[in-house]
Each structure stands twice: as C-alpha cells, then as structure tokens.
C-alpha cells in the first residue's frame, strides 16, 4: 500500500532531551516535507526536499534539523526540545516539487503528535 | 512566505444547509489545492485548479479559482455529517505550496 509512514505517532518529552521523528515513504517521492499544525494557525512548513541531499529551510525552521540522505526517509530532528515545539506534526510527499508554479498533491503521514514538558 | 488567507475560521451549519469557504492571496497563484481534514486524522488532497476561471465537481463540492487567479472557493451543497472536518486551500505563486489557515466545518444533524 503506497503511504506516508511516521513515527512515533506519539510522544512526551522533556525540554532538551534530543528527539527524531522518523518519516518513510513507499512511493518514490522526490518532494518530502515536514509540517507544524498548530490551533488557529494551520500548516506551517518547517522544512522540504526536493531530492537526495537537497533540503530547504521553510517558513517556521529555527529548532529543527532534516536530513535527506536515502530518497525514502526524511528525518526531522529537534536537538534540544523546548515547550513551544508542543504540536502535531506531519511529514508529507509528492511526486514533483520545487518546480515553480507547480505542485503535485501531497500525501501526508498520519502524524506525531509532540508534548514537550 | 506569501499569505494565503481563508475564511471563516469556523462554521457551524444543520445537516442540508450549504457551506461555502473562501481563499484569498495578495499575489497571483500558479495553481491551487484543496484538502480536507477529519477530526483526528490527516489532510487529504481533493482537488487542484490550474487554469483562471475554472470550476469542478466532486459530487455536492464545487470549487472555482477565480479570474485572476488570487482567489478560489470550495462550496458545499446540502452538508452531510461526513463533511464534518477542516478543509484547507493551498496555493503556489513560486517554489512553495503555502497553506491557508482552514476552515473547520461542524454539521449537526
């Protein structure tokens, strides 16, 4: 079944204890992208890739680290946590990206839900 | 990155009445998405509109991007409970897909 998988679907950490949340994809996806959803605020794009060794900062990246070193798994890592990086995450893919004008749909992982205490 | 604004922020409505939510942008858009997201779960894509003035169907949803390409509507006809969720606009004017805010659809029997 092609999907967006991510893990751990949820977790509870303490602020600076250094943390990854996982993301695989089965589709041969160039585009990966990491998302922040936040009540009131919506998605916000944390961090992209739109391909092997290319990643791009987005809207909202400071705390935040990827890495893109297999085309199937797109990490995002927080070194050191803190309560303002409480959210729901999702990780998402599409065939194309990064060209200008156009987008393909996304598919999303089911998410990770984070508390940072 | 550029605004994509969505209104309303929320909208409460009887089963069988419409439901109509707006997206707007200050610069012209290349093409824009729709998705739709159930109370704990995941967007999922629903459509995209590329070209200026055009409408879709899905059903009883009907989505138009606007003539100018800045702005495009999702209108629901007669709701369903199954409609219940938050639906997302998200357009591209260069290398980003940048989302709008949604708009959360309660239906109530």
């Known amino acids: 079944e092609a999907q967006v998988t991510q893990n751990p679907r949820y977790l509870i950490t303490v602020t600076g204890k250094k943390l990854t949340v996982t993301c695989s994809q089965n589709m041969n996806h160039e585009y990966m992208s990491w998302y922040r959803q936040d009540p009131g605020l919506g998605l916000r794009q944390i961090y992209y890739?739109?391909?092997?060794?290319?990643?791009d900062k987005g809207d909202v990246p400071e705390g935040y680290k990827v890495s893109r070193k297999e085309k199937r798994n797109f990490p995002l890592i927080l070194e050191s946590p803190s309560p303002n990086q409480t959210s729901l995450y999702f990780c998402?893919?599409?065939?194309?990206?990064?060209?200008?004008?156009?987008?393909?749909?996304?598919?999303f992982g089911n998410g990770t839900r984070l508390t940072v205490t | 990155g550029q605004q994509v604004m969505q209104i309303p922020q929320y909208q409460h409505v009887q089963e069988g009445e419409d439901f109509t939510t707006y997206c707007n942008s200050s610069t012209t858009l290349s093409n824009i998405q729709w998705y739709k997201q159930r109370p704990g779960g995941h967007p999922v894509f629903l459509i995209q509109?590329?070209?200026?003035?055009e409408v879709k169907k899905q059903k009883r949803l009907t989505f138009q991007f606007g003539e100018a390409k800045k702005n495009s509507s999702l209108h629901i006809t007669a709701t369903q409970t199954t409609d219940v969720g938050t639906y997302f606009c998200?357009?591209?004017?260069?290398?980003?897909?940048?989302f709008g805010k949604g708009t959360s659809l309660l239906v109530t029997p």
């Open positions: 509109l590329v070209k200026s003035g």
């Open positions: 998200a357009g591209n004017s260069g290398y980003a897909l940048n």
């Open positions: 998402a893919s599409s065939p194309l990206g990064g060209i200008v004008g156009y987008n393909s749909p996304l598919h």
């Open positions: 890739s739109m391909n092997v060794e290319v990643t």
